[in-house]
């Protein structure tokens, strides 16, 4: 079994910061792309930001200069600094991960519980 376990949303103010974290754990061999998503009430789930295995990053253009996704191999996590927030920002953040739970070729896609962020204007 694999988990992914976020923590970090909250509220906020317009203009200021939060981080988020996701460590993804259990019967794990290896793990290749990470990413963060966001979903609005009534909107669809959106990509914000990937981070391959070896370091490339990928943003959605809404967040580019404000957002930074970055990663911890060692520990299976992955971060997003959420910075010059605004209320636009405002969603549910889920975790994904692309993930081998054993010596394979295949790999599984798992998902994070969301966390929710909140940005007042």
């Known amino acids: 079994q694999v988990q992914l376990v976020e923590s970090g949303g909250g509220l906020v103010q317009a203009g200021g910061s939060l981080r988020l974290s996701c460590a993804a754990s259990g019967s794990i061999f290896s793990v290749n792309a990470m990413g963060w998503y966001r979903q609005a009430p009534g909107k669809q789930r959106e990509l914000v930001a990937v981070?391959?295995?070896?370091?490339?990053?990928n943003y959605d253009n809404s967040v580019k200069g404000r957002f930074t996704i970055s990663r911890d191999n060692a520990k299976n996590t992955v971060y997003l600094q959420m910075n010059r927030l605004k209320p636009e920002d405002t969603a549910v953040y889920y975790c994904n991960a692309e993930i081998k739970p054993r010596p394979s070729r295949v790999l599984f896609d798992y998902w994070g519980q969301g966390t929710q962020v909140t940005v007042s204007s």
């Open positions: 981070i391959t295995s070896s370091g490339s990053t």
